[in-house]
């Protein structure tokens, strides 16, 4: 490995880009982050030169256009890319679903074509536990059998099955599929975290919404699950773990150099109540509820086993659900309109 390798970030500017970024320059990687902002601030960067004291390269322009690609990957002698970018709503993606086939599907094969013109065949792809659809049992392995219930799961999918297809036209690609599971939390500066733009999807920033007192309440999709306490049970896995499990995923691919699927969880689930309660313990705000009826497409519990990036990867989740709250909380409590 040559020394402070390039690594591309797609979408490097959005939420789990930002905080891979700062672990890969600690790592001793130099990231060039290619974003379009579609989905989050270019403030993002005056933060990341903080935190690091330098400034993060980044180019803004839009991974559909290949000619770029290419000549980003050869501007800056990209070692690897990392492909963040794509859009992540799950409703909108039932309401849109040609929005999210042409940016994530169009999307991955642009970065393809660009790398495979810059001569650039090293990977990582952020897929998603939504590949599993709804899992037979818990905890999920990866030899599970995949599907999906969306738009936006069916881009997962078959990016990753765009990602087998080169491998097998040449074994020279290199790649590494990480099926991350609840991404939460921020970092612990409050200075980069989730912004979600309108109405959050997801619980955790809604729940720092209501603790914040821009929502009244959080509506609790179900309590009459089969699950501990009837409400939905999720593998939620601080941003900051996986951040260095991209890390982790790069060093793996640009060393021994072998492909790998594998899940970025704690391998412990929490229900929504647990993070209902964690929330206001570590915030010491109240986060008052209504029980609502369950959302369609959820299931009742999705958690990992993890065990496999660990023997591939070296690399295990390390925070517990009360560092996701207190880092969610600084974040939120410091950035009340993210942002903006
Ligand atoms: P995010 O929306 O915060 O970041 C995505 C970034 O990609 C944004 O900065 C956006 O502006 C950019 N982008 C989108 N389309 C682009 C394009 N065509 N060209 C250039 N830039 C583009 O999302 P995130 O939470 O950081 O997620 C990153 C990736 O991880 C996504 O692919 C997402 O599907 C996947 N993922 C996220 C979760 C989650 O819960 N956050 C879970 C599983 C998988
Ligand atoms: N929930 C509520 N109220 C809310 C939001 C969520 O009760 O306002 C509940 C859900 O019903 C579920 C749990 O909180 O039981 C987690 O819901 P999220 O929307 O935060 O996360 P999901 O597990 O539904 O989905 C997320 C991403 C998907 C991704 C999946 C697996 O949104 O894109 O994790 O990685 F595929």
Request: glycine letters at 10%; hydrophobic letters at 40%.
């Given at each position: 490995?040559?020394?402070?390798?390039s690594?591309?970030?797609t979408?490097?500017?959005?939420?789990?880009?930002?905080?891979?970024?700062?672990?890969l320059?600690?790592?001793?990687?130099?990231?060039?982050?290619?974003?379009?902002?579609?989905?989050?601030?270019?403030?993002?960067?005056?933060?990341?030169?903080?935190?690091?004291?330098?400034?993060?390269v980044?180019?803004?322009?839009?991974?559909?256009?290949?000619?770029?690609v290419?000549?980003?990957?050869e501007?800056?002698?990209?070692?690897?890319?990392?492909?963040?970018?794509g859009?992540?709503?799950?409703?909108e993606?039932?309401?849109?679903p040609?929005?999210?086939?042409?940016?994530?599907?169009?999307?991955?094969?642009?970065?393809?074509?660009?790398?495979?013109?810059?001569?650039?065949r090293?990977?990582?792809?952020?897929?998603?536990?939504?590949?599993?659809?709804?899992?037979?049992?818990?905890p999920i392995?990866?030899?599970?059998?995949?599907?999906?219930?969306?738009?936006?799961?069916?881009?997962?999918?078959?990016?990753?099955?765009?990602?087998?297809?080169?491998?097998?036209?040449?074994?020279?690609?290199?790649?590494?599929?990480?099926?991350?599971f609840?991404?939460?939390?921020?970092?612990?500066?409050?200075?980069?975290?989730?912004d979600?733009?309108?109405?959050?999807?997801?619980?955790?920033?809604?729940?720092?919404?209501?603790?914040?007192?821009?929502?009244?309440?959080?509506?609790v999709?179900?309590?009459?699950?089969?699950?501990?306490?009837?409400?939905?049970?999720?593998?939620?896995?601080?941003v900051?773990?996986?951040?260095?499990?991209?890390?982790?995923?790069?060093?793996a691919?640009?060393?021994?150099?072998?492909?790998?699927?594998?899940?970025?969880?704690?391998?412990?689930?929490?229900?929504?109540?647990?993070?209902?309660h964690?929330?206001?313990?570590?915030?010491?705000?109240p986060?008052?509820?209504?029980?609502?009826?369950?959302r369609?497409g959820?299931?009742?519990?999705?958690?990992?086993?993890?065990?496999?990036?660990?023997?591939?990867?070296?690399w295990?989740?390390?925070?517990?659900?009360?560092?996701?709250?207190?880092?969610?909380?600084?974040?939120?409590?410091?950035n009340?309109?993210?942002?903006?």
């Amino acid at each position: 490995m040559t020394a402070n390798p390039s690594i591309l970030l797609t979408g490097g500017a959005g939420f789990i880009g930002s905080h891979t970024c700062l672990a890969l320059c600690a790592a001793g990687f130099e990231p060039v982050i290619l974003d379009n902002f579609s989905n989050s601030s270019p403030a993002v960067l005056e933060r990341l030169q903080r935190l690091r004291g330098q400034a993060v390269v980044c180019e803004r322009g839009d991974v559909g256009d290949t000619a770029l690609v290419q000549t980003v990957i050869e501007r800056h002698g990209i070692a690897a890319v990392i492909h963040f970018a794509g859009f992540k709503a799950v409703g909108e993606s039932v309401a849109k679903p040609l929005k999210y086939y042409a940016n994530n599907l169009g999307g991955m094969v642009s970065l393809l074509q660009g790398m495979d013109a810059a001569g650039c065949r090293t990977l990582v792809f952020s897929s998603s536990a939504t590949v599993y659809g709804d899992p037979a049992s818990v905890p999920i392995t990866e030899d599970f059998p995949r599907s999906h219930t969306n738009p936006y799961g069916h881009s997962k999918l078959v990016g990753e099955d765009i990602m087998a297809a080169m491998r097998i036209a040449n074994p020279a690609w290199r790649m590494g599929v990480l099926r991350y599971f609840n991404p939460v939390g921020a970092h612990p500066s409050g200075l980069i975290g989730e912004d979600p733009l309108g109405i959050p999807d997801n619980l955790m920033p809604y729940v720092t919404q209501v603790a914040v007192g821009q929502r009244p309440h959080l509506n609790v999709y179900g309590n009459d699950y089969a699950t501990p306490d009837g409400t939905g049970v999720r593998d939620y896995i601080h941003v900051q773990d996986l951040a260095a499990g991209h890390v982790a995923a790069v060093q793996a691919l640009l060393g021994r150099g072998e492909s790998f699927t594998v899940n970025l969880g704690t391998g412990r689930g929490h229900s929504v109540l647990e993070v209902v309660h964690a929330f206001e313990q570590n915030s010491g705000r109240p986060v008052p509820y209504q029980i609502a009826p369950r959302r369609p497409g959820d299931v009742a519990q999705c958690y990992a086993n993890p065990a496999l990036a660990h023997r591939l990867l070296g690399w295990q989740a390390h925070h517990t659900l009360d560092d996701m709250c207190a880092d969610a909380w600084r974040w939120q409590s410091q950035n009340p309109s993210g942002y903006r």
